[in-house]
Protein backbone atom coordinates (compact mmCIF):
# COMPACT_ATOMS: atom_id res chain seq x y z
CA UNK A 1 0.00 0.00 0.00
CA UNK A 2 1.17 3.67 -0.99
CA UNK A 3 0.86 6.71 1.03
CA UNK A 4 1.03 9.91 -0.01
CA UNK A 5 3.82 12.84 0.60
CA UNK A 6 0.65 14.78 2.61
CA UNK A 7 -0.45 12.03 4.32
CA UNK A 8 3.12 11.38 5.69
CA UNK A 9 4.36 14.70 6.67
CA UNK A 10 1.06 14.70 8.95
CA UNK A 11 1.98 11.41 10.45
CA UNK A 12 5.57 12.54 11.43
CA UNK A 13 4.09 16.00 12.63
CA UNK A 14 1.53 13.24 14.99
CA UNK A 15 4.37 11.43 16.16
CA UNK A 16 6.58 14.37 17.04
CA UNK A 17 3.98 15.98 18.96
CA UNK A 18 3.12 12.63 20.77
CA UNK A 19 6.78 12.35 21.88
CA UNK A 20 7.06 15.83 23.17
CA UNK A 21 4.05 14.92 25.29
CA UNK A 22 5.53 12.11 26.62
CA UNK A 23 8.37 13.76 27.29
CA UNK A 24 7.29 15.37 29.96
CA UNK A 25 4.38 18.62 29.75
CA UNK A 26 6.09 22.53 30.73
CA UNK A 27 4.94 23.29 34.41
CA UNK A 28 1.45 24.93 34.81
CA UNK A 29 3.55 27.57 36.59
CA UNK A 30 5.27 28.14 33.38
CA UNK A 31 4.22 30.96 31.02
CA UNK A 32 4.00 29.38 28.19
CA UNK A 33 3.78 33.15 26.45
CA UNK A 34 6.40 35.91 28.02
CA UNK A 35 4.39 38.81 28.36
CA UNK A 36 5.58 41.84 26.59
CA UNK A 37 5.69 44.88 28.62
CA UNK A 38 4.60 48.03 26.02
CA UNK A 39 7.23 50.50 25.64
CA UNK A 40 6.59 52.78 27.95
CA UNK A 41 5.73 56.33 26.57
CA UNK A 42 7.76 59.35 27.74
CA UNK A 43 6.42 62.01 30.80
CA UNK A 44 5.07 64.67 28.63
CA UNK A 45 7.43 67.30 28.28
CA UNK A 46 6.42 70.71 30.74
CA UNK A 47 6.15 73.97 29.56
CA UNK A 48 9.09 76.25 28.99
CA UNK A 49 9.40 78.31 31.76
CA UNK A 50 10.67 82.15 31.04
CA UNK A 51 14.03 82.09 32.37
CA UNK A 52 14.69 84.81 35.49
CA UNK A 53 17.15 87.43 34.65
CA UNK A 54 20.50 86.35 36.56
CA UNK A 55 20.46 88.51 40.06
CA UNK A 56 24.39 89.69 40.30
CA UNK A 57 25.60 88.52 43.50
CA UNK A 58 25.48 91.54 46.60
CA UNK A 59 28.91 92.99 46.93
CA UNK A 60 31.20 91.53 49.91
CA UNK A 61 31.46 93.29 52.59
CA UNK A 62 34.88 94.66 53.59
CA UNK A 63 36.69 92.91 56.56
CA UNK A 64 36.62 94.64 59.81
CA UNK A 65 40.13 95.55 61.22
CA UNK A 66 40.94 92.54 63.79
CA UNK A 67 39.84 94.02 67.24
CA UNK A 68 36.72 96.14 65.71
CA UNK A 69 33.03 95.10 66.71
CA UNK A 70 30.75 95.62 64.39
CA UNK A 71 28.31 98.66 65.07
CA UNK A 72 25.02 97.25 66.73
CA UNK A 73 23.30 100.32 65.77
CA UNK A 74 24.10 101.30 62.30
CA UNK A 75 22.77 104.76 61.24
CA UNK A 76 19.65 104.94 59.30
CA UNK A 77 20.33 105.38 55.44
CA UNK A 78 20.29 108.94 54.03
CA UNK A 79 17.48 110.45 52.74
CA UNK A 80 17.81 111.16 48.90
CA UNK A 81 17.34 114.78 48.44
CA UNK A 82 16.29 115.93 44.71
CA UNK A 83 17.89 119.18 44.30
CA UNK A 84 15.01 121.88 42.80
CA UNK A 85 16.24 123.48 39.48
CA UNK A 86 16.94 127.14 39.90
CA UNK A 87 15.00 129.47 40.20
CA UNK A 88 15.33 131.70 36.25
CA UNK A 89 17.82 134.44 37.44
CA UNK A 90 16.44 138.37 36.51
CA UNK A 91 17.87 139.86 33.72
CA UNK A 92 21.30 142.22 34.29
CA UNK A 93 20.26 145.30 35.45
CA UNK A 94 22.01 147.92 33.03
CA UNK A 95 25.37 149.55 34.64
CA UNK A 96 25.03 152.68 36.53
CA UNK A 97 25.30 155.79 34.75
CA UNK A 98 28.83 157.09 35.07
CA UNK A 99 28.92 160.16 37.06
CA UNK A 100 30.51 163.49 34.98
CA UNK A 101 33.96 163.84 36.03
CA UNK A 102 34.29 167.31 37.59
CA UNK A 103 36.90 169.69 35.68
CA UNK A 104 40.51 169.17 36.22
CA UNK A 105 42.85 172.24 36.72
CA UNK A 106 41.13 175.81 36.90
CA UNK A 107 38.22 176.31 34.70
CA UNK A 108 36.88 179.79 34.22
CA UNK A 109 34.37 181.51 32.00
CA UNK A 110 34.97 184.95 30.80
CA UNK A 111 34.24 187.30 28.00
CA UNK A 112 36.30 188.27 25.53
CA UNK A 113 37.78 191.96 25.62
CA UNK A 114 40.33 191.92 23.29
CA UNK A 115 42.14 189.91 20.72
CA UNK A 116 44.85 189.78 18.93
CA UNK A 117 46.36 189.93 15.02
CA UNK A 118 47.75 186.61 13.83
CA UNK A 119 49.12 187.16 10.17
CA UNK A 120 48.87 184.69 7.41
CA UNK A 121 51.28 181.96 6.43
CA UNK A 122 52.02 184.05 3.76
CA UNK A 123 52.69 187.15 5.61
CA UNK A 124 55.70 185.39 7.71
CA UNK A 125 58.38 183.24 7.42
CA UNK A 126 57.33 181.22 10.26
CA UNK A 127 54.62 178.41 10.40
CA UNK A 128 53.76 178.68 13.75
CA UNK A 129 52.24 181.55 16.31
CA UNK A 130 51.01 182.12 19.73
CA UNK A 131 47.89 184.23 20.13
CA UNK A 132 46.70 186.32 23.06
CA UNK A 133 43.31 187.15 24.23
CA UNK A 134 42.22 189.16 27.08
CA UNK A 135 39.01 188.09 28.94
CA UNK A 136 36.33 189.50 32.00
CA UNK A 137 36.10 186.72 34.19
CA UNK A 138 32.52 185.57 35.00
CA UNK A 139 32.94 182.82 36.92
CA UNK A 140 35.23 180.28 38.67
CA UNK A 141 34.03 176.81 37.76
CA UNK A 142 37.45 174.55 39.76
CA UNK A 143 40.31 175.36 40.79
CA UNK A 144 41.23 178.65 42.14
CA UNK A 145 41.89 182.04 40.23
CA UNK A 146 41.67 185.45 42.12
CA UNK A 147 41.72 188.00 39.20
CA UNK A 148 39.10 189.88 37.33
CA UNK A 149 40.57 189.68 33.88
CA UNK A 150 42.41 186.64 32.37
CA UNK A 151 45.08 186.89 29.81
CA UNK A 152 44.60 183.81 27.53
CA UNK A 153 47.25 182.35 25.53
CA UNK A 154 45.73 180.06 22.43
CA UNK A 155 47.40 178.49 19.47
CA UNK A 156 47.15 180.63 16.05
CA UNK A 157 48.68 179.09 13.55
CA UNK A 158 49.81 175.56 13.40
CA UNK A 159 51.40 173.95 10.40
CA UNK A 160 50.80 177.01 8.55
CA UNK A 161 47.17 177.24 8.95
CA UNK A 162 45.16 179.53 11.07
CA UNK A 163 43.52 178.15 14.47
CA UNK A 164 40.15 179.01 15.76
CA UNK A 165 41.75 181.23 18.05
CA UNK A 166 43.21 183.68 15.17
CA UNK A 167 38.71 184.57 14.18
CA UNK A 168 37.74 184.76 17.57
CA UNK A 169 36.09 188.17 18.13
CA UNK A 170 35.22 190.47 21.28
CA UNK A 171 31.92 189.79 23.07
CA UNK A 172 32.08 185.87 22.66
CA UNK A 173 32.02 183.25 26.03
CA UNK A 174 33.99 180.85 26.53
CA UNK A 175 34.79 178.33 29.20
CA UNK A 176 38.20 177.59 29.94
CA UNK A 177 40.60 174.95 31.39
CA UNK A 178 43.81 176.91 32.16
CA UNK A 179 47.46 176.24 33.26
CA UNK A 180 50.52 178.65 33.86
CA UNK A 181 52.42 179.52 31.00
CA UNK A 182 55.08 178.77 33.44
CA UNK A 183 54.46 175.03 33.00
CA UNK A 184 55.30 175.09 29.52
CA UNK A 185 58.35 176.68 29.04
CA UNK A 186 58.76 175.14 25.34
CA UNK A 187 56.20 177.40 24.14
CA UNK A 188 58.60 180.38 25.09
CA UNK A 189 60.46 179.73 21.63
CA UNK A 190 57.01 180.40 19.76
CA UNK A 191 56.39 183.18 17.57
CA UNK A 192 53.86 185.25 19.36
CA UNK A 193 51.08 187.42 18.60
CA UNK A 194 50.58 189.66 21.24
CA UNK A 195 48.27 193.19 20.88
CA UNK A 196 46.59 193.49 24.28
CA UNK A 197 49.42 195.53 25.65
CA UNK A 198 48.84 193.75 29.10
CA UNK A 199 51.68 193.47 31.37
CA UNK A 200 50.12 193.28 34.57
CA UNK A 201 48.39 190.09 34.18
CA UNK A 202 50.16 186.61 34.43
CA UNK A 203 49.79 184.69 30.73
CA UNK A 204 47.72 181.60 31.11
CA UNK A 205 48.33 178.61 28.65
CA UNK A 206 44.69 177.39 27.43
CA UNK A 207 44.65 173.61 27.67
CA UNK A 208 41.03 173.24 26.03
CA UNK A 209 37.53 175.89 25.53
CA UNK A 210 34.25 175.39 24.85
CA UNK A 211 32.07 178.21 23.21
CA UNK A 212 28.90 178.94 25.76
Not at 1 to 6: I, L, T
Not at 25 to 39: F, G, K, M, R
Not at 79 to 86: D, G, N, R, T, W
Not at 123 to 148: N, R, S
Request: glycine letters at 4%; aromatic letters at 6%; one cysteine or more.
Amino acid sequence: MKCSPVKLTLALMAAAVLAACLGGCPSESADPLTTIDPIAAPPPAEEAQPAEPAVPPAPAAAPMPEGTEPDRNPPPPQAVVHAEPPADEPADAPPPAEPVAEPSGTVVTGEITLVSHVPAASEVPYTECLTFIKYTVDAVDGGEYAEKELLAVFWGMRDSKLQDAARFKPGQRHRLTIEPMADHPDLSRVMQADDTDEYSLTPYWVVEYAAL
